[in-house]
């Protein structure tokens, strides 16, 4: 079965200060991966997902994880985070031979601090 | 486009009592959708697959006789916790696969369960 590992449970970050948030994968031959972002008592909105084609996916709020086939790993990083960047993110995997379901990692909560 | 609701988004019941939890695809047709617990500060725990018009598939370690899920029609998914306990407080969320966007959930904003 498909596990996912987010290395970090909690980053502390200043403003304007740049983050990474580790996610790695069990090995597999086919997937699909997706940074997902949860405010407090929100429901989980899609930040950037990997389906294919370049290895670097970029969001719209400046976020952008690399998938590395060799190293199982879909790592997301902001050069600069802003205060509204504090919230819960997790990293998930599909893996396309078990069909649509999704693998959650443990989650990363960022706490921008000011 | 490819939202989805959830409702109530928060709900107090005494224990023994039976919650239903709806979700719903606001303005796609969802074939598939996925039903998540999340307790806090953990992550999101597959509960269930729920494929319209038939029954869902559930998870191991998941009881099908307490979490009963209904999936009736391609917009609407129902959660129903039967007997809740203190236990099964948490936050409940589902999600749901749009056609036109593959191999992608759009999430509801969750439901919070508290049991007394």
Known sequence: ?114 | GAVVSQHPSWVICKSGTSVKIECRSLDFQATTMFWYRQFPKQSLMLMATSNEGSKATYEQGVEKDKFLINHASLTLSTLTVTSAHPEDSSFYICSAGSPSVYNEQFFGPGTRLTVL
Not at chain 1, 46 to 55: A, E, I, N, R, W
Not at chain 1, 63 to 90: C, G, M, W
């Open chain 1, 1 to 114: 079965a498909q596990s996912v590992t987010q290395l970090d449970s909690q980053v502390p970050v200043f403003e304007e200060a740049p983050v990474e948030l580790r996610c790695n994968y069990s090995s597999s031959v086919s997937v699909y991966l997706f940074w997902y972002v949860q405010y407090p008592n929100q429901g989980l909105q899609l930040l950037l997902k990997y389906l294919s084609g370049s290895t670097l996916v970029e969001s719209i709020n400046g976020f952008e994880a690399e998938f590395n086939k060799s190293q199982t790993s879909f790592h997301l990083r902001k050069p600069s985070v802003h205060i509204s960047d504090t919230a819960e993110y997790f990293c998930a995997v599909v893996d396309r031979a078990a069909g649509n379901k999704l693998t959650f990692g443990g989650g990363t909560r960022v706490l921008v601090k000011p």
